[in-house]
Nanobody, 114 residues
Framework: QVQLAESGGGLVQPGGSLRLSCVAS??????????MAWYRQAPGKERELVATIRSDGRVNYGDSVKGRFTISRDKSKKMVYLQMTNLQPEDTAVYYCKGSPNYWGQGTQVAVSS
């Protein structure tokens, strides 16, 4: 069994930056081979993929965050990070960490407003 817990959300002004963290419980032998991802869900909208990182390190980003967000992981610490820069009001959402096949965290709120 794997549990995920996000942290790092908060209120930031447009143009600002935040780093989200996700820590996984469970065996490192299991978590290290998982594909990890960040999703987000804004009020009234469907949950959307933000970024993924595979066990081999390959990454993929949603079109709306390319060039602004960076996903990374530290397998030994069972951590996944999402560095977010040049945040805009449309980035306001609850951000969720996901581990394959279908483990989800509880989410962390990100609000971008002046």
């Amino acid at each position: 069994q794997v549990q995920l817990a996000e942290s790092g959300g908060g209120l930031v002004q447009p143009g600002g930056s935040l780093r989200l963290s996700c820590v996984a419980s469970g065996s490192v032998l299991i978590t290290s081979v998982m594909t990890m991802a960040w999703y987000r869900q804004a009020p009234g909208k469907e949950r959307e993929l933000v970024a993924t990182i595979r066990s081999d390190g390959r990454v993929n980003y949603g079109d709306s965050v390319k060039g602004r967000f960076t996903i990374s992981r530290d397998k030994s610490k069972k951590m996944v990070y999402l560095q977010m820069t040049n945040l805009q009001p449309e980035d306001t959402a609850v951000y969720y960490c996901k581990g394959s096949p279908n483990y989800w965290g509880q989410g962390t709120q990100v609000a971008v407003s002046s």
